[in-house]
């Protein structure tokens, strides 16, 4: 890939010609770059080109630079350029690109964007054809990142063909089986592995038309869980969570004849499966229906059906790079990495609310302060309520009315959060049981969100664990591997990434005083433990926050931070280790931070400007 460019200042406005190489012929130079910010008039029309060029550099720190540029030495800097369009509407777009030093042969590729799009289903899946419409819609709206489609569809075939786990409705029997459920699941990923070999994609969309044969068989009832379980196979199988999908709703051609009940109930779990999750969408295809209403498309409706699957999947790209869980482009119009004003979160730990009134006045106290001291969000690192440590008296009568009591005090005070402070919930022993199980960790995901999490803010990298899967995942061991390879594709992707900073939250302290301490009851086991403290320096957090101990207690780990916040709300708040939450300020070159009891919380957080 060549660009052109010209008009550089500081290199006497002639042309010169910016060259990125894929990896494998590339040559490594030692090179510079100016110290003083460099201004290019960009070529009208190669804005993207520009753009995509700028990710390559912030993915591989691959550069070869034009030799007018280079002195010949090597520093290890900072420099930020400043790239102007030529006309008046001009797009600012600033990129800081952190250069190491020595750049390791063995550091990332200068490889392209990938995005991967699996469709699959039945006839009406098995009758488009992508080349006509679908893979030009979506090539065209990414180029110039490199799009994989894989397609698989066979006619007639339930859902239970694609989802391993599909369950008959109670009182339901289905013929059995020839083969094992979810066969044509694996058909499908024997096309999708090979497709993208080694490489991860930077987006996965799945596009399904499927359903007419569930709804023949009266199968609507489970129709919602299927299709959910098999998103989850899914996104377990390719190690992550971010995976869109984008369903074809039945069309009306049933409901023009005689209306079949669950055909109509399959079309409303279809919506409602799109609304309910910011990753699907659904396209209407009541206006696509064969000669006579038939169930089968036009060809003219395929090609359309293409189109507007393509055009919801680019929604959902779209989308997900404002999302946090997704790896979003950090070239942006906004302040660069290590450039933005400083600003401030807050972390609060184990309120623990127990159905005592003295816990709700407290942590309503709590909330009330962070309203006034306005944060940019507030992370509340566990233990939200006390329910109980063992999962399995959890989904259980009593306990199961007991901790739903709990969630709803808990959520009903976070709710008066001014709607400009996001909360993240991390879940502790007691939100999840000290063995979760996936029962209780979906009862956490409906009560207070995702268990475990990415998000961006101002060009930092903040990312929540749910800890008591990673100390004993004995009871869903499926989970605790899908969190802990989740995890490691996580700090992967952000390594190349010009993140100011990177921290994490969980509820149990890797360790209180020593990464030799013995495990226990206080502390990540050992083995773990070991396995998280490597991949946390390799992968640059700078921070962790802990909550658990009921104290406030720091160490650090190397030039890792490690700290623990006390109890927010629990009980009468004791005079040597009292109700608080901590302050952490983050500034371009580093963090500060700090814990407050309620009563000497200042008026105001004063950021230092540098
Ligand atoms: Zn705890």
């Not at 779990?269 to 064969?290: C, F, M, S, Y």
């Not at 199961?400 to 969630?407: H, N, Y």
Request: proline content about 6%.
């Amino acid at each position: 890939m060549r660009i052109p460019i010209i008009g550089a200042r500081g290199t006497q406005g002639k042309a010169h010609v910016i060259e990125i190489r894929p990896a494998k012929n590339l040559r490594l130079r030692r090179f510079s770059l100016p110290k003083t910010p460099l201004e290019m008039s960009i070529y009208k029309g190669r804005e993207s080109a520009i753009r995509h060029w700028l990710l390559n550099i912030v993915h591989s720190a691959f550069i070869i630079w034009p030799s007018a540029l280079t002195t010949g030495k090597t520093h290890p800097m900072e420099t930020t350029m400043t790239w102007r369009h030529s006309r008046p509407a001009a797009i600012t777009l600033l990129v800081a690109v952190a250069l190491a030093c020595l750049i390791p042969a063995t550091a990332a590729t200068a490889e392209q964007k990938v995005h991967l799009f699996i469709l699959s289903g039945q006839s009406n899946m098995v009758g488009l054809n992508p080349d006509l419409s679908f893979t030009p819609t979506v090539t065209k709206a990414l180029s110039p990142d490199k799009v994989i489609v894989v397609k698989d569809a066979v006619g007639g075939q339930p859902i239970r063909r694609w989802y391993k786990k599909w369950q008959p409705p109670k009182g339901v029997q289905v013929a059995a089986a020839t083969k094992p459920y979810g066969d044509l699941y694996d058909r499908l990923m024997g096309k999708v592995k090979p497709a993208i070999a080694e490489r991860r994609p930077d987006t996965v969309t799945f596009v399904w038309m499927q359903g007419e044969r569930d709804a023949k068989e009266s199968l609507s009832e489970v129709y919602a869980e299927s299709f959910k379980g098999m998103i989850a196979q899914l996104q377990a199988d390719l190690g992550r969570t971010d995976v869109n999908a984008v369903i074809g709703r039945l069309s009306d051609n049933y409901n023009a004849k005689k209306p079949l009940p669950h055909w109509t109930r399959v079309r409303e779990i279809q919506v409602k499966l799109a609304e309910d999750d910011p990753r699907t969408e659904w396209v209407d295809t009541d206006d696509l229906n064969g000669p006579g209403n038939g169930l089968h498309y036009t060809r003219e409706g395929y090609v359309e059906l293409g189109k507007r699957f393509a055009d919801k999947a680019m929604a959902l790209i779209a989308n997900g790079a404002k999302s946090p869980a997704a790896d979003a482009a950090p070239v942006t119009t906004q302040a660069p990495a290590g450039t933005s004003k400083p600003w401030f979160f807050i972390v609060a730990a184990d309120p623990q609310l127990s159905g005592k009134e003295i816990d709700e006045q407290n942590w309503t106290n709590g909330i009330k302060h962070i309203n006034r001291l306005r944060p940019d969000f507030v992370v509340v690192c566990g233990d939200l309520t006390f329910g109980g440590n063992k999962s399995e008296d959890r989904v259980k009568s009593p306990m199961l009315e007991r901790d739903t009591k709990l969630a709803e005090a808990y959520n009903k005070i976070t709710a008066i959060l001014d709607k400009g402070i996001t909360l993240y919930n991390v879940a502790g022993n007691h939100d999840v049981g000290q063995n979760p199980s996936a029962a209780t960790v979906e009862l956490f995901t409906k009560n207070f969100g995702k268990p475990w999490q990415s998000f961006e803010h101002k060009g930092s990298l903040f990312i929540t664990l749910e800890s008591n899967l990673l100390r004993d995942g004995s009871a869903s061991p499926d989970l605790a591997a899908q969190e802990f390879a989740w995890l490691k594709a996580t700090l992967a992707d952000a390594k190349g990434k010009p993140y100011a900073h990177k921290m994490l939250f969980m509820h149990h302290p890797l360790y209180v005083k020593s990464p030799d301490e013995k495990d226990a009851y206080e502390n990540i086991p050992t083995t773990r433990r070991k396995e998280l403290l490597a991949l946390f320096h390799d992968g640059g957090i700078e921070a962790v926050f802990f909550g658990h101990r009921h104290k406030n207690e720091y160490v650090k780990d190397g030039n890792m931070e490690m700290i623990t916040t006390t109890v927010a709300a629990l009980g009468a708040s004791p005079k040597n280790n009292p109700h608080g939450v901590r302050i952490v300020e983050v500034y371009g070159d580093r963090i500060e931070q700090k814990f407050y009891a309620y009563e000497t919380l200042p008026e105001k957080v004063m950021l230092k400007d540098k």
